[in-house]
């Protein structure tokens, strides 16, 4: 078995086999992705500022049998974290696959001093049995969610939004898609912060510093993947503060399908209803200008009542679940040599 570099360029239809083989989970009815979003999206290298870098094991014939990706941070936080997630074919499962790739993916976290792994998977029994034999801990749990838009209640986003007694109606919504204009790219990072304290289980994790060249950078690698973004932000007018914020991606290789991205209130202004003032105007500029757009996923926290009760308001009904693993890169390192095939 031999575990290399994969550069986007170079994934060729086994990669693309593979890949969908371990999301065979997906909703029924749902497309698998094509070769050219799985290079732009899912294998795109990044930034200098966010890199995502990827191994391929490949078998005997040379036929790609598992994937390995890790995911770093260069934004002036959570320099010790390495995230990775660890595809192995179905068929090829209990051959110690997964622990050449992850020994790649630790030589990469140490060569980077990276001394935390972060291990994303779905919460199976299987994955869970990995990831606890290589010392990891289960430290987060998120809920994957899909909202069908035809079937969203529309009168109720438009009550949403004309409610009289919302005080969420003081405050003036910008929209772009794509590039967020320069002018407000400050107010974009600092809504961002407002992550900071959303639930992120027993994850050691240091807090996110965002700036204007970090927002630019990632709707640069949006849209390099085939993803537009579409931001509503929420500015308090007597002081042009940030208030809020929510973003979609719009997915540009399979036009029926969008993803929630961040949905952040700001905390010296939740309790005004603006969460779904601007989740209910986002609805109604996608059923306007894309309306071919049918199914929206979302990613939270299953701990975080307030966003899981919008959504559940506005129709999203969960179909996946993934958790993240955590714990010290030498630990693992030590347990790879001693532990059964994977």
């Known amino acids: 078995m031999l575990i290399e570099r994969l550069a986007a360029s170079e994934a060729g239809d086994d990669v693309l086999l593979l890949w969908n083989r371990c999301e065979a989970d997906l909703p029924p009815g749902d497309d698998p992705i094509g070769l050219n979003e799985l290079r732009q999206r899912h294998l795109h290298p990044g930034s200098d500022l966010q890199r995502s870098d990827w191994f391929v094991a490949r078998d005997d014939a040379g036929r790609?049998?598992?994937?390995?990706?890790v995911e770093r941070f260069f934004v002036g936080a959570n320099r010790h974290l390495a995230e990775c997630e660890i595809f192995v074919d179905p068929s090829l499962r209990r051959r110690g696959i997964a622990r050449r790739l992850?020994?790649?993916?630790?030589?990469?976290?140490?060569?980077?001093?990276?001394?935390?792994?972060?291990?994303?998977?779905?919460?199976?029994?299987?994955?869970?049995?990995?990831?606890?034999?290589?010392g990891l801990r289960q430290?987060?749990?998120e809920r994957v969610v899909r909202a069908d838009l035809d079937q969203t209640d529309a009168l109720l986003m438009r009550r949403w939004i004309d409610d009289d007694?919302?005080?969420?109606?003081?405050?003036?919504?910008?929209?772009?898609?794509?590039?967020?204009?320069?002018?407000?790219?400050?107010?974009?990072?600092?809504?961002?912060?407002?992550?900071?304290d959303a639930p992120t289980g027993d994850l050691d994790i240091e807090d996110w510093k965002f700036d204007p060249t970090y927002m630019l950078e990632r709707d640069r690698v949006w849209l390099d993947s085939g993803h537009e973004p579409w931001v509503l932000l929420a500015l308090e007018p007597s002081t042009d503060a940030v208030a809020a914020v929510t973003e979609i991606l719009v997915n540009e290789h399979r036009p029926t399908r969008a993803e929630q991205w961040t949905t952040v209130v700001l905390p010296s202004y939740r309790g005004l209803g603006l969460g779904r003032l601007l989740k209910a105007t986002m609805f109604e500029r996608l059923r306007a200008d894309r309306r071919e757009v049918r199914y929206l996923d979302s990613w939270n926290a299953d701990s975080n009542a307030t966003i899981l009760a919008i959504n559940e308001q506005m129709g999203f009904l969960p179909f996946r679940e993934f958790a993240a693993w955590q714990g010290e890169a030498a630990s693992v390192r030590r347990r790879l040599g001693s532990t059964d095939r994977a």
């Open 165 to 196: 007694d919302a005080d969420a109606k003081r405050f003036e919504l910008v929209f772009w898609r794509g590039v967020c204009p320069e002018l407000y790219r400050t107010h974009y990072a600092d809504a961002e912060t407002g992550l900071n």
């Open 64 to 69: 790609a049998a598992g994937l390995a990706g």
């Open 139 to 141: 430290r987060y749990v």
């Open 102 to 134: 992850l020994a790649a993916v630790l030589d990469l976290a140490d060569a980077d001093q990276r001394a935390s792994l972060v291990g994303w998977a779905p919460t199976t029994q299987a994955c869970a049995g990995f990831w606890t034999t290589m």
